[in-house]
Nanobody
Framework: HVQLVESGGGSVQAGGSLILSCAATGTSTHCMAWFRQAPGKEREGVEATSGDGRTSYADSVKGRFTISQDNAKSTVYLQMNSLKPEDTAMYYC???????????????????WGQGTQVTVS
C-alpha cells in the first residue's frame, strides 16, 4: 500500500521561505514531484525529481523553489524561497511508479498522491 504524507505547509509573509516534506512508504520510486492547486484553478506541476538526478520545474518557480530527494529516507523536499502571494495553494506530493519520470509535470502520469498541505502567502 503506497502512502505519501506531506508536511511543512503554513502561512508566511511575502518574501519568506517554507520547506515542504513528503514521506513515501510502500514504494521504491525515484520519480517524485510537487503539484499545487489554487482555489478555482487547475492543479499544476511545480517541480519534479527523477531517478537520474534530473529535475523539472515550472517557469513560475524558477530560481525560487528547489526540489531534493533523500532516497535513504524515501522523502522528497521542496524548498520555497522568495514566496509570493500567487504561490498560495494546496501543495500535493505525487509519485510515479517508475525510476525515471515520464512527463514530469504532467499530473496524469502520476500514480500516487498525497492529501496535500496548505501554503498561504500574504
Amino acid at each position: 500500500h503506497v502512502q505519501l504524507v506531506e508536511s511543512g505547509g503554513g502561512s508566511v509573509q511575502a518574501g519568506g521561505s517554507l520547506i515542504l516534506s513528503c514521506a513515501a512508504t510502500g514504494t521504491s520510486t525515484h520519480c517524485m514531484a510537487w503539484f499545487r492547486q489554487a482555489p478555482g484553478k487547475e492543479r499544476e506541476g511545480v517541480e519534479a525529481t527523477s531517478g537520474d538526478g534530473r529535475t523539472s520545474y515550472a517557469d513560475s518557480v524558477k530560481g525560487r523553489f528547489t526540489i531534493s530527494q533523500d532516497n535513504a529516507k524515501s522523502t522528497v523536499y521542496l524548498q520555497m524561497n522568495s514566496l509570493k502571494p500567487e504561490d498560495t495553494a494546496m501543495y500535493y506530493c505525487a509519485a510515479q511508479e517508475t525510476t525515471y519520470c515520464i512527463g514530469p509535470l504532467n499530473l496524469s502520469r502520476y500514480n500516487y498522491w498525497g492529501q496535500g498541505t496548505q501554503v498561504t502567502v500574504s
